[in-house]
């Protein structure tokens, strides 16, 4: 089975503070994914990766900025908390254009942030 | 700019009825994607539609992909407490490295 793995479920710290959250996964895959949920909203796309220390902004990535410096590994980095930054975050990983199968996204269990 | 529209946002049955959830998206796209939450829980794949005309069914739900009218609907047959959960749509920008741009969401509710 596919496993992604996050840092931690739930998560409280201050305005201002540097916050990592990172993502682990053991299936080789090239691409990962960071995602945050909000109610209303669905899922919105954060930065993404599809390789080594290559990293592209998704539709949300003002205020946020990404690491991934091993293939199983990527780190999504709050450089100054804030409280509209309050949300769940969930990272996800997949393969690299399989085509013929689809590149179904497997998703972590998410860690709940609160910005205070 | 892709938009992936779903609805209703919220679905209250009574169980043994029959539903379908909508997914509309805006643009050419023939790879969608179902996926489940349940409260508290991380996204469950449930469906993978890579063609025109695709359907598949698991259990009471199925799934079907018209790309030329840009919607995939999620039937649901005889509905169960335990299908209670939050539905999304998600549908692949293909040349943009497998981005998904997902809906909303559907909160299902089944009622006893």
């Known amino acids: 089975d596919v496993k992604v793995t996050q840092s931690s479920r739930y998560l409280v710290k201050r305005t201002g503070e540097k916050v990592f959250l990172e993502c682990v996964q053991d299936m080789d895959h090239e691409n990962m994914f960071w995602y945050r949920q909000d109610p209303g909203l669905g899922l919105r796309l954060i930065y993404f990766?599809?390789?080594?220390?290559?990293?592209e902004k998704g539709d949300i990535p003002e205020g946020y900025s990404v690491s991934r410096e091993k293939k199983e590994r990527f780190s999504l980095i709050l450089e100054s908390a804030s409280t509209n930054q309050t949300s769940m975050y969930l990272c996800?990983?997949?393969?690299?254009?399989?085509?013929?199968?689809?590149?179904?996204?497997?998703f972590g269990p998410g860690t709940r942030l609160t910005v205070l | 700019e892709l938009k992936v529209e779903q609805n209703p946002l919220f679905l209250s049955m009574q169980e043994g009825k029959n539903y379908t959830i909508y997914c509309n998206y805006s643009?050419?796209?023939?790879?969608l994607y179902w996926y489940r939450q349940d409260p508290g829980k991380s996204l469950e794949s449930l469906f993978v539609l890579l063609s025109n005309g695709a359907v598949k069914q698991e259990g009471r739900l199925m799934a079907s992909l018209d790309t030329k009218a840009r919607l995939s609907t999620l039937h649901i047959t005889a509905a169960v407490h335990d299908l209670s959960a939050t539905y999304f749509c998600a549908v692949d920008m293909f040349l943009y490295g497998n981005k998904l741009v997902f809906g909303a969401g559907t909160i299902l509710r089944v009622k006893s």
């Open positions: 996800a990983s997949s393969f690299l254009g399989s085509g013929s199968v689809g590149d179904t996204q497997y």
């Open positions: 643009t050419t796209s023939d790879r």
């Open positions: 990766s599809y390789d080594v220390k290559m990293k």
